[in-house]
């Protein structure tokens, strides 16, 4: 009996990193690794369709002529802009959403520092 409790609190314990947890490779030795309050949040390096929609519908007009003049949609030019070096941790009922840039420094640029972050 107290092996089958020690089981069930282990599985309780340890069960929702494993199922909630949102593991990122950012690059070959290093990864990132979230966890989920709930699972109703979801992580992906892929744009939510919410946000895709949402993006489209505020973007500038001179950003959709720019996407028209590409032969593109207004939501095929978000999704293009946030697909890149981007990580969207979301809930998709509520379309909260937390959204994590990783893309690098660019020349000259410097580290963001404590109060940036």
């Known amino acids: 009996m ?4 020690f089981f069930v609190l282990a ?3 340890f069960l929702p990193s494993i199922v909630f ?3 990122l490779q950012l690059a070959p030795d290093l990864q990132v690794s979230f966890d989920l309050p709930s699972a109703r949040w979801q ?3 892929a744009p939510p369709a919410f946000l895709v929609r949402q993006m489209a ?3 500038e007009p001179a950003m959709l002529e720019r ?3 590409k032969g593109l949609s207004a939501e095929d030019a978000m999704r293009q ?5 981007e990580y969207f941790v979301f809930n998709p ?3 909260a959403y937390l959204l994590i840039d990783f893309s690098p420094l660019r020349s000259g640029e410097e580290a963001p520092g404590k109060k940036t972050v």
Request: overall charge negative; hydrophobic content about 35%; cysteine-free.
């Open 67 to 69: 996407a028209a003049s």
């Open 57 to 59: 519908e505020h973007a």
């Open 2 to 5: 107290k092996k089958a409790n």
């Open 43 to 45: 992580s992906t390096d």
């Open 93 to 95: 009922e509520s379309e």
């Open 11 to 13: 599985l309780f314990l």
């Open 81 to 85: 802009m946030l697909g890149s070096n």
């Open 21 to 23: 947890g949102a593991p």
